[in-house]
């Protein structure tokens, strides 16, 4: 009786685990008998390798496990938080072998270690239970833009100054007038470059730069731009221009459709007092 494809996979899985002593990986499986990964995919399935571990009773390797989602990482990240009363670094998340491991967060969740603060802030801004850990990320972000302030203090000069390429852009901005009102925040960038490039000649780039700007316009200065943003949308936009502004020096605001005016005003009085304060030029913009 000929034997099954299945069957033929075991027997080659078994006899090459007798031979290495321990349970072998899909490279070395494949590469011992000259096989195609994609014939044993197409012979068991999504995660083939690890359901043909499983018959041949093995533990299914760690793919086969359901990754921790995104909000239980968030949630051991303030609990942790809360333990050390400040903001943790990755030595502390795998000092307590929390998991996935600051690389698997990135690669799974496309979520970088240093912007967890800012997504933190996203989904539990308005939670009481987590106050404690929402002013020390608060704390943090203010205390970052002052490391940046004490490595070049301005002058007083300096402070008040808005360089001549800055002036353009912010001049530009309040001239321009959307098309019409827009649905989507996509639709009001893809608006606004085009204004750019069409009535100034400016360089605009999408998602460029160090810190990754929605519109970065002459190589130089960042623009985020939010529609109808919610309070945590705004937690997060004041730690974008932290980063931006440790990038570039400078950094722009544009808020479209503001439907809080209460809140739009708070973050506009929050950005004034903190980076005017320091002589950081960041400016915010309502259209």
Not at 78 to 91: C, D, Y
Not at 200 to 212: A, H, L, P, Q, Y
Not at 222 to 234: G, M, T
Request: hydrophobic share 35%; glycine share 4%; net charge positive.
């Amino acid at each position: 009786m000929k034997m099954s494809d299945k069957d033929y996979y075991k027997s080659l899985y078994i006899q090459l685990r007798e031979k290495l002593g321990k349970q072998p990986s899909i490279t070395v499986f494949c590469k011992a008998f000259n096989i195609d990964k994609r014939k044993v995919d197409k012979c068991f399935g999504r995660n083939a390798f690890s359901k043909l571990a499983i018959e041949c009773g093995d533990t299914p390797n760690i793919f086969m496990r359901p990754k921790t989602s995104l909000e239980d990482i968030l949630i051991n990240w303030g609990n942790l938080a809360k333990e050390l009363k400040e903001i943790p670094v990755i030595a502390d998340w795998d000092h307590r072998d929390y998991k996935p491991a600051a690389d698997g967060i990135r690669s799974v969740h496309k979520l970088n270690w240093t912007d967890i603060p800012n997504k933190f802030l996203e989904h539990f801004d308005n939670k009481p239970e987590w106050n404690d850990v929402i002013l020390l990320i608060r704390k943090n972000i203010s205390g970052h833009v002052k490391q940046s302030n004490s490595v070049t203090q301005p002058s007083a000069n300096f402070v008040h100054k808005i360089p001549l390429d800055c002036e353009k852009v912010i001049t530009s901005i309040n001239r321009w007038i959307p098309k019409r009102r827009r649905s989507s925040e996509e639709a009001y960038k893809v608006d606004l470059r085009n204004y750019f490039e069409e009535e100034f000649n400016f360089s605009v780039k999408e998602e460029s730069g160090d810190s990754k700007s929605d519109l970065l316009v002459n190589k130089k200065i960042p623009i985020e731009l939010k529609k109808s943003p919610s309070l945590s949308e705004y937690d997060r936009l004041f730690g974008q221009l932290v980063r931006h502004v440790l990038v570039h020096g400078t950094a722009i605001a544009v808020i479209c459709d503001v439907e809080r005016k209460d809140q739009y005003d708070d973050f506009k009085g929050n950005v004034k007092k903190v980076f005017d304060r320091l002589g950081l030029r960041v400016f915010v913009i309502s259209k």
